[in-house]
Nanobody, 116 residues
């Protein structure tokens, strides 16, 4: 069982930065692929970034070059550094943990609002 708690969301002006964190409880954090998704009331859930258990990173096209995903296995935490934020990045951001052939775990989400 893995519990995930996101933090770091908030209100930021266009062009600004935020760093999201996702703290995981439970054991074997390093064996999970960690993912960030985002969702708005009018758009489908969108994959933002993935970092595999081996450290390989994958980004959604809309955030590539602006967002960076990283993980600290010693602290059971995954991060999402978001730079050059745009109003269209406004969404609830969710953290997810996944291992092959297992059900994914999800956090409760953190709101990011990009507005002047």
């Amino acid at each position: 069982q893995v519990q995930l708690v996101e933090s770091g969301g908030g209100l930021v002006q266009p062009g600004g930065s935020l760093r999201l964190s996702c703290a995981a409880s439970g054991s074997a954090f390093s064996t999970y692929h960690m993912r960030w998704y985002r969702q708005t009331a009018v758009k489908q859930r969108e994959l933002v970034a993935v970092i595999t258990s081996g450290g390989i990173t994958i980004y959604g096209e809309s955030v590539r070059g602006r967002f960076t995903i990283s993980r600290d296995n010693a602290k059971n935490t995954v991060f999402l550094q978001m730079n050059s934020l745009k109003p269209e990045d406004t969404a609830v951001y969710y953290c997810s943990a996944l291992r092959p052939a297992e059900e994914a775990y999800w956090g409760q989400g953190t709101q990011v609002t990009v507005s002047s």
